[in-house]
């Protein structure tokens, strides 16, 4: 199976709709891959608070458009990374969008964690509260965004829904690039899943992206990274090594703690 990362540098000079079209034409570009991931809020950058309200689109709205015909363009499988979306009869969400190579939308996912403790994101827009899995011909994908990362029981609950692929979008800050391939490569191990993590690069709204989007393998190992400027990563990988992995070290099967598990406090 190939992956194609497009690590896009969102930045404070290039107008959303320039970038819309830019990002669509890498996408047409990728032909004969199985699978295209771009990143998080894309579109206006994710820590560019004050365009989340102006730029937001309801769900089918220019970016699903744009995304949906260069998916078919392609003939790939497209996470679009995600959008700021307005529910009209609620609040924003950091919604992400997956196509089918017919261009027709096969997912969405309102990002569940949102970032800022009590500010951005985390005031601005609602909380999914659905987890989200999308069937390829290839392998099962699970769907996460930037920092979801941080919670390995959202992720422990896509393995459980079938997902042996997991498929991140961010807009992570290059002042914590340590803790992005870190965790990473933790959320890969523990759930003995490829994990396709793919970054913005430049700098908007004064914040520095962390870029290195990164293909990780089953057992952790780092396949392909890729560097701190706008790239395109493209690497091959074998889904039944997932299946592999898990029968050669059975340790999912060892699992006796969930959230059913009786607690006492002395």
Known sequence: MRASLLQIDVNDAESVESRRQ????????????????????????????????????????????????????????LHAGSIPERDPEGPLYNTS???????????????????????????????????????????????????????????????????????????????????WTLLAQARAVENQAYVLACGTAGTHAGVAQAGHSLVVDPWGEVLAEAGAGEEVLTVDFDPAKVADTREQFPALKDRLLGLDTPRRQA
């Open 22 to 77: 830019r990002v669509a034409s890498l996408v047409r570009e990728q032909a004969g891959a199985d699978l295209v991931v771009l990143p998080e809020l894309w579109t206006t950058g994710a820590f560019a608070y004050e365009g989340f309200r102006t730029e937001a689109e309801p769900l089918e709205g220019p970016t699903y458009e744009v995304m949906a015909k260069a998916a078919s363009d392609a003939g790939v499988w």
């Open 97 to 179: 969008l997956v196509f089918s190579p017919s261009g027709e939308l096969a997912a969405s996912y309102r990002k569940i964690h949102r970032f800022g403790f009590d500010k951005g994101e985390a005031v601005l827009m609602g909380a999914g509260s659905e987890l989200v899995t999308v069937r390829l011909p290839e392998t099962v994908v699970g769907v996460a965004t930037c920092y979801d990362l941080r919670f390995p029981e959202l992720f422990r609950g896509l393995v459980d829904a079938g997902a042996e692929t997991l498929v991140l979008s961010a807009g992570w800050p290059e002042r914590r690039r340590s803790h």
